[in-house]
């Protein structure tokens, strides 16, 4: 859908690719929870050991057990303690976590289409989109290192720039950013709010971004964040946030 939009207003654009998914067996975990939710009047899950009942019933009690369980999972230790509630969830409720994989994206034979645009540069995004914060050392760099030479074998070029899965501080700091630049990435972008700065040549794996989502439906809300004002007032008027 997005790239004859973006061919027509000829807007380069870059695509991080998670190797997992392009393979159709990629957890979207946060989908996995949403279609458990909206597909019962009530759910149970254990978090932490505890285990906990949430109404479903009403929109209104679906959309509160999704933020409460979102929140409760973000703050998981590990990655598996994260996941490990919604793949239980998802069993219980008879959802095919890999069939969303390959429902909503693109495979290999897609991507390589879209790659051949002139107006698209692939960018590695690890193998399973996990938040390499909650993973060890070895394990995170693996995931930077191993999910780019996938989408190198299957595209025939090495991604020189890389997306941080979730990309907010709690899931990518700065032993995240020097990982990157050690696997060999010229860029390297978080979710943290901002404009780029001179000052950003010297932190070129810890690279800010503005969000235009689906919480953003006008022009003059974009207008405002691409003024940089609202990232200035959320950073306090620090230019780099890389810590």
């Given at each position: 859908?997005?790239?004859p939009?973006?061919?027509?207003?000829?807007?380069?654009?870059?695509l991080?690719?998670?190797?997992?998914?392009?393979?159709?067996?990629?957890?979207?975990?946060?989908?996995?929870?949403?279609r458990?939710?909206?597909?019962n009047?009530?759910?149970?899950?254990?978090?932490?050991?505890?285990?906990?009942?949430?109404?479903?019933?009403?929109?209104?009690?679906?959309?509160?057990?999704?933020?409460?369980?979102?929140?409760?999972?973000?703050?998981?230790?590990?990655?598996?303690e994260?996941?490990?509630?919604?793949?239980?969830?998802?069993k219980?409720?008879?959802?095919?976590?890999h069939?969303?994989?390959?429902?909503?994206?693109?495979?290999w034979?897609?991507?390589?289409?879209?790659?051949?645009?002139?107006?698209?540069?692939?960018?590695g995004?690890?193998?399973?989109?996990?938040?390499?914060a909650?993973?060890?050392?070895?394990?995170?760099?693996?995931?930077?290192?191993?999910?780019?030479?996938?989408?190198?074998?299957?595209?025939?070029?090495?991604?020189?720039?890389?997306?941080?899965?979730?990309?907010?501080?709690?899931?990518?700091?700065?032993?995240?950013?020097?990982?990157?630049?050690?696997?060999?990435?010229?860029?390297?972008?978080?979710?943290?709010?901002?404009?780029?700065?001179?000052?950003?040549?010297?932190?070129?794996?810890?690279?800010?971004?503005?969000?235009?989502?689906?919480?953003?439906?006008?022009?003059?809300?974009?207008?405002?964040?691409?003024?940089?004002?609202?990232?200035?007032?959320?950073?306090?008027?620090?230019?780099?946030?890389?810590?």
């Open positions: 859908y997005a790239l939009i973006l061919a027509r207003h000829n807007m380069p654009f870059t991080f690719l998670p190797s997992d998914f392009a393979e159709g067996r990629g957890e979207l975990w946060w989908v996995a929870l949403e458990a939710i909206a597909e009047d009530r759910v149970e899950v254990v978090i932490g050991d505890i285990p906990q009942t949430f109404d479903c019933a009403t929109s209104e009690a679906k959309q509160v057990a999704f933020d409460t369980i979102y929140a409760q999972i973000r703050s998981a230790p590990t990655e598996e994260l996941r490990a509630p919604v793949r239980a969830l998802a219980a409720s008879g959802i095919d976590m069939a969303i994989c390959r429902e909503l994206c693109m495979g034979d897609e991507i390589a289409a879209v790659a051949r645009h002139p107006l698209v540069t692939i960018g995004h690890t193998i399973t989109h996990p938040m390499l909650k993973l060890g050392e070895a394990e995170a760099r693996r995931e930077m290192v191993e999910g780019a030479r996938s989408v190198a074998a299957h595209l025939g070029r090495m991604p020189a720039h890389f997306s941080f899965p979730v990309g907010a501080p709690d899931a990518a700091g700065p032993r995240e950013f020097a990982l990157a630049a050690g696997a060999g990435f010229k860029t390297a972008v978080t979710t943290r709010p901002g404009v780029l700065y001179a000052e950003h040549a010297r932190h070129l794996t810890a690279l800010p971004r503005i969000s235009v989502n689906g919480e953003f439906q006008r022009l003059r809300y974009l207008d405002v964040l691409l003024s940089g004002a609202p990232t200035a007032l959320m950073n306090r008027f620090r230019r780099v946030d890389a810590a």
